[in-house]
């Protein structure tokens, strides 16, 4: 028949793919067993992993000519000492003070990460950022805060919302941390590439916390963003 050779191809192709998927098998596998033996180390080496990928990718895409490592090294430190470790227990006494998956608890849930953890977190960062990368003042530090976190809430919420909605409802305990980091990667690397053709540098950004903004224009001694 006409479609006789779709058989002979469809087998070449799954022997061609059966070894990638065994060794994908295995290595989920002992991502898993690690995730069970050492949650919050496991948890603390993936964030740390996928932000330095992310931020890299995302200088390349925005046409940096020279690699700003002190960016990559401030966001990887802060993604393993502060997101990993204290996003691991927010979500532990989330749980337990809104019990359950249902609609309501998960939008409960949305809402209290979103509009009262995030903020908070999100002030640190971005005060730090501004004194660490930037060189400012702890003032003027404030003033990036006042300025840029309410705005970044704001804007987080078109994208955040719906991604931790899932998060909560169907994402195991142990998996949010990796999850909320592996969707902050992809939306990191998007987001640079919406940046390809403009002058400013895009937010830095922790993408497990908070979505990031457009750009507020630069300030000298001022942080450029957050997540």
């Not at 249902?102 to 971005?126: C, E, H, M, N, R």
Request: charged content about 20%.
């Amino acid at each position: 028949t006409a479609c006789a050779w779709r058989r002979p191809v469809a087998r070449a192709t799954s022997r061609a793919a059966a070894p990638f998927i065994r060794v994908g098998k295995a290595g989920w596998g002992r991502y898993m067993a690690a995730m069970k033996r050492w949650p919050m180390r496991t948890k603390v080496a993936t964030s740390g992993s996928l932000t330095a990928f992310a931020d890299v990718v995302s200088q390349k895409l925005e046409g940096k000519t020279e690699w700003d490592w002190k960016r990559t090294a401030f966001r990887t430190g802060w993604s393993m000492a502060i997101s990993a470790p204290v996003g691991h227990y927010w979500m532990v006494g989330l749980d337990r003070m809104i019990k359950g998956t249902g609609v309501w608890s998960t939008i409960a849930k949305v809402g209290v990460d979103q509009f009262l953890f995030s903020p908070v977190v999100s002030s640190v960062f971005f005060g730090s950022y501004a004194i660490v990368h930037d060189g400012a003042t702890p003032a003027e530090a404030w003033q990036t805060i006042k300025s840029d976190v309410p705005k970044a809430t704001m804007a987080s919420a078109s994208v955040w919302p719906a991604v931790n909605f899932v998060k909560f409802k169907y994402i195991p305990l142990d998996m949010r941390i990796p999850y909320g980091k592996a969707f902050g990667t992809v939306y990191s690397v998007a987001f640079g590439m919406l940046f390809l053709a403009d002058d400013e540098e895009p937010e830095p950004q922790d993408p497990e916390f908070i979505g990031p903004p457009q750009p507020p224009p630069h300030r000298p001694g001022q942080a450029v963003g957050c997540r």
